[in-house]
């Protein structure tokens, strides 16, 4: 079953801009986490951000929260081409699900 | 090293023969899990294990099988590959079902 959709599924941008990844879920959450993938390597976790915060910073990114409209944005600042990469949102209780993804391009 | 380690990265086979992807952990993790990722489709879980000796099915677990006999591995058992499992399988592991994961890198499989 599919419990995150990120939005979008794509987004080209250029460095030094910055990138706004959606996902929506569909059930009550425990946590949210959001992962990074480069091409065809294995899934890197990003951050969490439990189930009662609204917000959290992890150096150059951002993660909100709406558990009233069972949503989360993933905001990266100030993009660098390294960046370049497949973001997951993922959640569940006993086990994660994973979305779709949204691949994102850096243009330098 | 902290790290999730997967065995082969690359297969190649032919329908029919049995074969195994080994998956190991060294951070003591109760919680593992495969996964399969086709393009268009995303991370699907096949199977995911709680703790030593508990294993229960995935979104999409036709056609495997597992174990978990002790804590560090969780072999990925095919017992008659079919083309439709072409993919890319990864094993990842945590503390608990719901906490960050740790990726290994991945094994593209081929069935011919």
């Known amino acids: 079953s599919q419990q995150g959709e990120e939005d979008p599924q794509a987004l080209s941008i250029q460095e030094g801009e910055n990138a706004t990844m959606n996902c929506s879920y569909k059930?009550?959450?425990?946590?949210l986490q959001w992962y990074r993938q480069n091409s065809g390597r294995g899934l890197v976790h990003l951050i969490l951000?439990?189930?009662?915060?609204r917000e959290k910073h992890s150096g150059r990114l951002r993660v909100t929260l709406d558990t009233s409209k069972k949503s989360s944005s993933l905001l990266i600042t100030a993009s660098r081409a390294a960046d370049t990469a497949s973001y997951f949102c993922?959640?569940?209780?006993?086990?994660?699900?994973f979305g779709k993804g949204t691949m994102l391009l850096v243009s330098p | 090293e902290a790290q999730v380690t997967q065995n082969p990265r690359y297969l190649i086979t032919v329908t029919g023969k049995k074969l195994t992807v080994t998956c190991s952990q060294n951070?003591?993790?109760?919680?593992m899990s495969w996964y399969r990722q086709d393009p268009g489709l995303g991370l699907r879980q096949i199977y995911y294990?709680?703790?030593?000796?508990?294993?229960d099915k995935g979104d999409v677990p036709e056609g495997y099988k597992v174990s978990r006999k002790e804590k560090r591995n969780f072999p990925l058992i095919l017992e008659s590959p079919s083309p439709n499992q072409t993919s890319l399988y990864f094993c990842?592991?945590?503390?608990?079902?719901?906490?960050?994961?740790?990726f290994g890198p991945g094994t593209r499989l081929t069935v011919t």
């Open positions: 993922a959640s569940g209780y006993s086990t994660l699900t």
């Open positions: 951070m003591n993790h109760e919680y």
């Open positions: 294990s709680m703790n030593v000796e508990v294993t």
């Open positions: 990842a592991s945590s503390l608990t079902g719901d906490r960050e994961q740790y």
């Open positions: 059930t009550s959450i425990n946590n």
């Open positions: 951000i439990r189930s009662n915060e």
